[in-house]
């Protein structure tokens, strides 16, 4: 699991966390229960929260019951817009 | 490269809807709102950059004839009440208990006539201890620097800091071991390099107008960057409902990052509120240098380690961001940039986002990108100077492609930065030998990630055949054009035949800022989206017409016909003959186009002579070259990338916000902030490299942001070439060149 | 606070009056293009803004007999290098009309109102100083003249008394084999301010060999532009040579006593001295050999 910069305080420092599970939600959940800081920053009760995307590989998902295989890379991302 | 297909209307060069409403002076930009009943408003700013507001006594400019209403910073909310989302931004947008720069808004006025309000103005008397300022970002992370917000502490790798500090953020961004790495490259280079604040500078100040309706609803027109997400900073800051807002874009006379932010619109409405009249507000220049948000002044330290082969090994970079005056993540941006050009596996960057006395910061055009590639592009130019190696064969030899790692960790799908150097390794231009004294060439890549996010537009059929397209992301590079071009791509008609419009928020559904060089990315996924729907409901009712099944229709190159080609119609038939006969046919089209669209990538070369005498420099010619996936109406995107390299001559060469020791900016003004004329600017030639972008239905990429990134770079190195100096801080001055060449003894 | 009045008499007499009578609330402008920036950015309080454009004598031009011109006060630049005969006789007055703002600037703005902002980066200032000019200043007591280097006292301000409008200035007929010319240095190309100027009129020997006189003026590197007489007597009676314009250069840096500021430093500025001096003689010198 990849976390975004303006994340990792609430991961140790850590750019790159161990996660398993069968979906990304439960990847997600997974990750939450490591580092409780995170605990509503990645998704509340309605979803992911606004200002985060998730990819699996170089693909953005938008289901969270989308299932992720063995080893896969599952990033968070950040969302900013630009000028 | 893919092979492109063979499109009707997406590659044309049609003139655009919004043209000649904007060459006769028809259109209506911010500061043309003009209603019954209007008054004027004024905003007082702080003289000081750092000062205690004790106290603010109005009642002088309350007493002048003409005034409707003051207000300060208390009247955003009801009494009592405290702006509870978005403190920072409610407090930059007027201060309360601290003014934190010059500039800084604390107090406005309504009044019957312009003149009566600055009158007014100047009556209100603000009670000021004035602190010492501190206006450099390296200086403000030192202990004991003038600390600007007493109860923040930094955000580190490892938790909170313990004390008040100005850094807003540390962020460590790390994959792989950059230290051991370097030890163990053969050719290690090194640079230093620092940036000043330099604005925006778009034509158009910003300017506001709001009502305020007795049963609570609000009007507001602006020239902004987005109206919806202005409408819920309006909400936020006003506590009133999104529910009553409704925000009408005008024309915009140039944004680039910096007509995102709320400024007066707040302050329009509570006024209005408060007068029960229409207010207008608007900026001057000056207003718009101090007032509103340009973009982070930068200190980089950077090292790249490459083998003797010339493969980069490591990267590490240490680098500070102005925030201005409120806490920003431009630092942290910088660490999702830096390094995007290439494939290189340790990369540390160590990123302090700053806090100083100076206009909040906002995004200007691929925020954070262009002074990290001013750092690490120079870099690379010495690395290839070091190893004997062409700059753009280096480049190319440790290109990102895709499945390399991008900068935030995830693999980029497909791109087109290699493509992009291999085209200026192929242009007449970088094969056209430079000679002369005083000369050189230099070049520099640039990335920008580009982004999607959300977007939404109605397509209505009218009874012509002509089509309607009501979008809801303002029009800043022609996207009126671009958008109703793929609508008429997408259903088969002329391009005019398509009618684009930008309307309100009550009008069409959620769109996010037009910035990240989304909107024909996004929005026309939107539109192609709709221009789907379009068909697929004109089938519906052509089956029951025509007595078929829905599915013997098909629809290619405009045309519906059956099967066995009996029946046949082009779409402003069908048009107009069956949808005509029915009940009206609207269809919207909704997208979340997810954070990131591949990345955008941008190579430019450049020839420069300098005046050894008077250290100017002249820029002989320019090359821009971009993969801009597939360039829908391709003289706006060449519009586009000669734009961003124009910007990036004035940011290398003359712009710059300059401090005294108090904190006023000196040159808040066209005439001292040196913006590029049309005699500075040479003809940019362009190279538009087209690498469909997978993600998009027309193979789309944004083409606004990545064209200012590498021109600083870009000029650094030719002027390194030509006067054998190379220039580390902006901009590259004549005073700057003369100082750092030793003419000045 | 605003402007109460404009008025817009139809000779000097009439100004004068109204001058006189109103102080230092009324202030004349012709083009407008320094006032009215100044007003609206309220950097300067005015009353009365007295145009003097309607004024028959400050909006002509002639060239005498002898050879000399007179240019009324208000009369906009883009006129002067417009008229060919004018642009033949006196080139260095077009280097500095034609490149003060741009067109539209041009078509407004006036040497007279560029003298009487007093400005030390004034574009045509150490043209006119180099010419020689002389003005031609209308006041209650009647009129006076006072060479054009005597006129700007400091930045903003000159020797314009209470009630005194500038009406004219004149330049005497140029010597024969003398040239002029004038440049100045802006970071940029075009619609910019002098980091700084210069202007030279040299008068050369009959067979060009020789500098026989010279008057060297100076802008942006002091409080006022300055003739900078040590450099013209650098020139008289040298050869020309480059050790020759080298040393007038070296006098003008000596004399330039420049500020630093967000237009350039002061070294910057003695640096430009003596390169702009250099370029503008060597300038000068090619336009006295061609005339």
Known sequence: MFIPAMMRSMTGGAAQVPASGATVRAVIEDLVRQHPGLAGRVVDENGVRPELFIAVGSEEIFNLDQAVAEGAEVHLLAAIAGG | MTDKPNYRVIGTRPVRPDGIDKVTGRAQYGADTRLPGMLRGYVLRSPHAHAKIRGIDTSKAEALPGVKAVMTAADFCAPGQTVDQLPDLSANLMAGTKALYRGHAVAAVAAITDEIARDAAALIEVNYEVLPPVLDVREAMLPGAPILHEAMRSRTPTGPGENPSNIVAHTLSAFGDADAALAECDVVVDIVTSTKMVHQGYIEPQAATATWNPDGQVVIWTCTQGSFPARQNCSQILGHPISKIKVIPTEIGGGFGGKIAVYLEPVAAVLARKTGKPVKLTMDRSDVFEGTGPTPGTSIRATLGATKDGKFKALKADMAYENGAYPGAAATYATMVAAACYDIEHVKIDAFDVVVNKPRTQDYRAPSSPAAAFAIEQLVDKAAEKLGMDPLKLRLANSSHEGSRGPMGMPFSRIGHAECVEAALDSPHYNAPLEGPNRGRGVASGFWFNVGLRSSVNVTVQPDGTVSLVEGSTDIGGTRASLAMQLAETIGVEYEDVKPAVVDTDAVGYNDVTAGSRVTFASGMAVVEAGRNLIKEMTARLATAWNVPADAISFSNGVFSTADGSKTGTFKQIAENVVGRGPGLTVSGSVNAGFLQGGGFAHHIVDVEVDPDTGKVQILRYTAVQDVGTAVHPSYVEGQLQGGAAQGIGWALNEEYYYDETGRMVNAGYLDYRIPTTLDVPMIDTILVEVPNPLHPYGVRGAGEPPIVPPLAAIANAVYRATGQRQTQLPMSPRRILETTGKLG | ?291
């Open chain 3, 1 to 291: 606070m605003a402007v109460k009045d404009y008025i817009a008499p139809s000779s000097v007499d009439d100004a004068v009056a109204v001058l006189s009578e109103h102080g230092a609330d009324a202030r004349p402008f012709a083009g407008g293009t320094d006032l009215i920036i100044q007003v609206r950015e309220r950097r300067r309080q005015v009353g009365i803004m007295l145009d003097v454009k309607k004024i028959p004598e400050l909006m002509e031009y002639s060239i005498g007999a002898d050879g000399s011109l007179r240019v009324g006060a208000a009369v906009a630049c883009a006129r002067l290098y417009n008229d060919a005969e004018v642009a033949r006789r006196f080139p260095a007055l077009i280097d500095s009309a034609s490149l003060i703002g741009g067109i539209q600037i041009q078509s407004r703005a006036s040497l007279g109102g560029n003298l009487c902002n007093s400005s030390p980066a004034g574009d045509s200032i150490p043209t006119l100083i180099a010419l020689g000019a002389t003005c031609e200043i209308a006041g209650r007591g009647g009129r006076r003249t006072v060479p054009v280097e005597s006129f700007c006292t400091g930045p903003g301000a000159n020797v314009l008394q209470p009630g005194e409008l500038l009406v004219s200035l004149t330049f005497p007929a140029p010597a024969a084999n003398s040239g002029a010319a004038f440049e100045r240095f802006i970071p940029r190309n075009e619609m910019d301010i002098a980091v700084a100027n210069a202007a030279a009129n040299v008068t050369l020997s009959a067979d060009g060999a020789t500098f026989t006189a010279a008057r060297i003026a100076i802008g942006a590197v002091a409080p006022t532009a300055l003739l900078v007489a040590e450099t013209g007597a650098a020139l008289a009676g040298k050869p020309v040579s480059a050790d020759t314009i080298a040393a007038a250069a070296a006098a003008a840096r000596a004399a330039a006593r420049p500020i630093t500021d967000m237009r350039g430093s002061a070294d910057q500025r003695r640096h430009l001295a003596g390169v702009l001096v250099t370029r503008v003689i060597e300038k000068a010198v090619e336009r006295a050999r061609k005339a």
